[in-house]
DNA sequence: TTAGTTTGCGTATTTATGACACAAATGTAA
DNA sequence: TTACATTTGTGTCATAAATACGCAAACTAA
């Protein structure tokens, strides 16, 4: 009644970084041990006996690329039997954010190298790699609909055009600068500071903000309506 | 490098259904069998090697309900080492929509009984299956606001309060009936029918509806915002 | 000083939301 | 038949939000 099962278990981290000179950017790390050696792919590995999903890959995360993550949640759970040429091995995806400024990426003896890639240019991926990220995006695109954005990705201090810019990125469209401040401000999560921008590259100098963390997090629970 | 591995993996389903005289109900079963024999569940079980996720829920669902499907949406994935007194058992939970109306339970061998109970009267249920199925729940209030919602759980033809009342007891507070349907129209979902009601329990009898299921499943991708 | 760039702070128009009024079409009880 | 309760169909109107712009101020680089 309780067939005898062999399917193995692992996680991996969809984990996106974003600096606003660039492009969204996601973590992979590259593969020193067989299948797919060599091969670019997300940070994860197998979930052991006695941690929970969350606990394997944060411990996969710190093992394999040094990242300290601060926010994480369940993407999708990957389970089609051919996924893994080892044989059937279900994966339970997780989508993270971090801000890539706030440390260094550092690759350790389970992988060779560990990079930030534009998710515009990805490289070859191992596995069913490619659809897992493909998911991960779709998800970030869906996420800033309803609930506020930034937070886990920007400076402590930002000006609003780095905020707008993030945005412009994940929904892939120009956005008009003054309204989006007028939406922003009507949401009350922006703090203004008596600071200015230090050596803007050109123009005038922006205002710096930071995020009013209870009431973003209070939006992020309660839901937004963000159609910009 | 491969760790041996203690984990099986189980598939469980959170299927509502919805008739317009009572509320929101969810599908269970009783159980035949330890742990939590005769207690209430839902219906799912553990994941065949040659199957995929989604084809291990189908199969359950018509084995121990004889529910067949017509929307199903992969969940959350609940891995918490003790959530089964048996050891370590990892379930990927999905999401379903029927008609209630359209088939009749059949509780099968693996299960005592089959029934549908109002969300807002549950029973005890087995494992950690209340967590879930309140993790289901929400996902529907949120779902609904971003999402048409009403094909996979009404009548081929209803009158517009049917979904209205849908709307209501999903969200759980009053509607002003006027603006719904100004809303509704103006997504372009509804297809009005010269056709209407037949014995209404009282008053004018409405004019029957259908869904524009083009319409409906190109908003269902692109997304809606429905803040009424 | 001048040209180029980016920010800050506006306005005007259109569109959507939310509250509510009233007549038309039915069943039911006197 | 008639009066009444009930529910639907079709509006209006004030207010709030979204969208498309205009233009001066503050900086850099030449």
Redesign the interface.
């Known amino acids: 009644?309780?067939?005898k099962?062999?399917?193995?278990?692992c996680v991996d981290a969809v984990v996106f970084g974003y600096t606003a000179k660039e492009s969204i950017s996601v973590l992979l790390i590259k593969r020193t041990?067989p299948p797919f050696m060599h091969r670019w792919a997300l940070p994860g590995g197998?979930?052991?006996?006695?941690?929970?999903?969350e606990e394997a890959v944060t411990r996969e995360l710190h093992t394999e690329a040094g990242v300290h993550i601060n926010y994480l949640e369940?993407l999708?759970?990957f389970?089609?039997?051919e996924r893994d040429p080892?044989g059937?091995v279900?994966s339970?995806a997780y989508f993270g954010l971090v801000n890539p400024t706030n440390f260094k990426l550092a690759a350790s003896s389970d992988a060779e190298d560990a990079r930030w890639f534009d998710i515009k240019k990805l490289p070859d991926l191992a596995f069913d790699h490619a659809e897992v990220v493909e998911t991960a995006v779709k998800r970030l695109r869906?996420k800033i609909?309803?609930e506020p954005l930034g937070f886990e990705l920007l400076d402590q201090k930002f000006p609003i055009s780095d905020l707008e810019k993030l945005y412009e990125t994940v929904l892939d469209r120009p956005i008009d600068r003054r309204n989006f401040q007028k939406k922003m401000n009507h949401f009350g999560i922006l703090m203004g500071h008596n600071e200015k921008q230090k050596h803007p590259s050109a123009g005038r100098p922006a205002k710096l903000y930071s995020f009013n963390e209870e009431q973003y997090f209070k939006l992020k629970q309660e839901?937004i309506?963000f159609?910009i």
Do not use: A, S
Request: no cysteine.
């Open positions: 009644m309780e067939p099962q062999n399917i193995r278990l041990i197998f979930v052991l006996d006695g941690e929970t999903l369940q999708y759970t389970g089609r039997p080892r059937r279900v339970v869906t609909r309803y839901g309506i159609e």
